[in-house]
């Protein structure tokens, strides 16, 4: 599709988790910054309060599994094209039936027979991060656009107010697990950054077996939150916090997108890494580390120089 001035009623659809939602974003961002189209995002739950502060997305609607009436909320917007991150079969009969003229996305899986305009793009190479592929997709869609979004996606504004003089360690599924420290460590670490900094354990509503263990344990100065009310309210606070710590995970994804420092742990798996999976913040901003589920000292003792770097230097 060539560069055009007429405004465009869009579907933009990425109906999974809330990293994978997060990276779908900039998408929204360059369509309506660049051509000031119409953009409604097709989300699941947990994402639509979230989409719904988001300045470059006009509307919402929320992914549900009553195919029929999600059929009918999308025709009733007349939309002229979709463009999907993530498809599936269930999403592309939907998108089929509610007669979407152009209907874009990656050429995978079989639910790719769905939709009129695929782009070739191979994602298992890992070549570039999820972000980065969907954006790619624009290419396909209006190949005059700047595959380049300013940052943050999301701002902090209103009454909530901080010095950011707290970091936040979010430890997500602990244990042992690819791709993140054992809980032991987490408490390591984060003993070591109170000495000179104030520290936040964050959990949320599927974490009870990892705040059991961290408040046993505890045997330092640090404040347990888990009391949010909404991931709206989660994500505010990440944003005044001044280094997010975590494993690779849905958290991590709100940090990149408030632009907030992280350090964040991913796993040995290519498909897992931060090659893939580095969130859309400013790169200067993301230290990023590879945790095999046998990493050793010297992975540990490396995480904690980069922790101690960079609280010193704020």
Not at 95 to 113: G, N, W
Not at 153 to 161: C, D, N, P, Q, R
Request: include cysteine; charge should be positive.
């Amino acid at each position: 599709m060539s560069k055009t001035s007429n405004s465009m009623n869009i579907l933009i659809t990425r109906h999974d988790k809330i990293g994978d939602f997060i990276t779908m974003l900039p998408v929204c961002k360059v369509l309506k910054e660049q051509r000031n189209h119409k953009i409604v995002m097709l989300v699941a739950k947990v994402n639509v309060a979230l989409a719904k502060e988001l300045e470059f997305i006009d509307d919402v609607i929320e992914y549900t599994n009553d195919s029929k009436a999600l059929i009918k909320t999308i025709k009733s917007y007349n939309f002229d094209v979709s463009i999907s991150g993530y498809i599936d079969t269930t999403l592309g009969k939907v998108l089929f039936k509610s007669r979407i003229p152009k209907r874009m996305a990656p050429a995978t899986k079989i639910a790719q027979i769905f939709f009129n305009k695929r782009v070739k793009q191979r994602r298992s190479l890992v070549e570039k991060r999820e972000f980065e592929y969907n954006l790619d997709l624009l290419k396909a869609f209006d190949e005059d656009l700047v595959l380049d979004f300013n940052r943050p996606l999301f701002k902090a504004v209103g009454s909530i107010t901080s010095n950011k003089n707290f970091i936040i360690f979010h430890t997500g599924f602990g244990g042992s697990s690819d791709g993140n420290l054992t809980l032991d460590d987490y408490l390591k670490l984060a003993k070591k950054a109170s000495k000179s900094t104030e520290v936040v354990f964050s959990f949320g509503p599927d974490d009870d077996v990892s705040k059991a263990y961290i408040k046993e344990k505890l045997d330092f100065k640090a404040t347990i939150r888990d009391n949010f009310k909404s991931l709206l309210e989660f994500t505010y606070f990440i944003a005044t916090s001044k280094l997010f710590i975590s494993t690779s995970t849905g958290p991590m994804h709100l940090a990149g997108m408030t632009n907030t420092p992280t350090l964040s742990f991913f796993g040995a798996n290519l498909f897992a890494s931060a090659k893939r999976w580095g969130t859309i913040s400013d790169e200067t901003l993301q230290h990023n580390f590879t945790v095999g589920a046998d990493y050793g000292v010297e992975v540990y003792e490396k995480i904690e120089g980069k922790l101690m770097e960079l609280l010193n230097e704020q």
